[in-house]
């Protein structure tokens, strides 16, 4: 176990739709990750959010969107969603904003498109 | 820019032999390397990590990578392979480019035969 939590586990919706998922980062971690993991595209990192601020940003569509809140927890956005779209989503967190800092991995969200 | 080559999709070997994942990176600064698994349906895990320290870099669970700088390379190796290490490898680069992005290789697939 990690430490870092992500709910749903799982997530069935229709095209078209909106959803949100959660994570919330090891405790004392200040920065999260966002990835979608698909057979086609591999792990891709998404969006980077250091202490509340974006901090880097990886192959996010336009459609996606997060945010990092005071509690460190973080929301990521999905709207007008695409059958394309369905993949494992994993947040990461850090302690820091250095690249030598390891990220640890939650369990992930399986996102499922109709 | 950064990337990360894993060339191998796939490894076969058997219990009680070695295991060797290749993995090239490319990158602008120094980077920071490292090695995850992903076990079916699991997130992923730490196996190791190189931050400009010793290039020989000790695991978990008998793995263990060493930095080559003047060949670009990570190489993943373990003496002697188990059952249990049946799972995805991850080489994975991050660096100073655009706010240390993190790029994940496009994995490799090690089968380990009884």
């Not at chain 1, 078209?16 to 090891?26: A, D, E, K, N, Y």
């Not at chain 1, 974006?54 to 709207?79: C, M, T, V, W, Y």
């Not at chain 1, 059958?83 to 996102?111: H, I, K, M, N, V």
Request: one cysteine or more; a neutral charge; charged letters at 15%.
């Amino acid at each position: 176990d990690s430490g870092v939590t992500q709910t749903p586990k799982h997530l069935i919706t229709a095209t078209g739709q909106r959803v949100t998922l959660r994570c919330s980062p090891r405790s004392g971690d200040l920065s999260v990750y966002w990835y979608q993991q698909s057979l086609d595209q591999g792990l891709q990192f998404l969006i980077q959010y250091y202490n509340g601020e974006e901090r880097a940003k990886g192959n996010i569509l336009e459609r996606f969107s997060a945010q990092q809140f005071p509690d460190l927890h973080s929301e990521l956005n999905l709207s007008s969603l695409e059958l394309g779209d369905s993949a494992l989503y994993f947040c990461a967190s850090s302690p820091r904003d250095l690249s030598s800092y390891e990220q640890y991995f939650g369990p992930g969200t399986r996102l499922t498109v109709t | 820019a950064q990337s990360v080559t894993q060339l191998d999709s796939h490894v076969s070997v058997s219990e009680g032999t070695p295991v060797l994942l290749r993995c090239n990176y490319s990158s602008s600064y120094s980077p920071s390397l490292f090695w995850y698994v992903q076990h079916p349906n699991k997130g992923l895990q730490l196996l190791l990590k190189y931050t400009s320290a010793a290039t020989l870099v000790k695991g978990i669970n008998g793995f263990e990578a060493e930095f080559k700088k003047s060949e670009t390379s990570f190489h993943l190796t373990k003496p002697s392979a188990h059952m249990s290490d049946a799972a995805e490898y991850f080489c994975v680069v991050r660096g100073l480019t655009g706010g240390f992005k993190t790029i994940f290789g496009a994995g490799t697939r090690l089968f380990v035969k009884a």
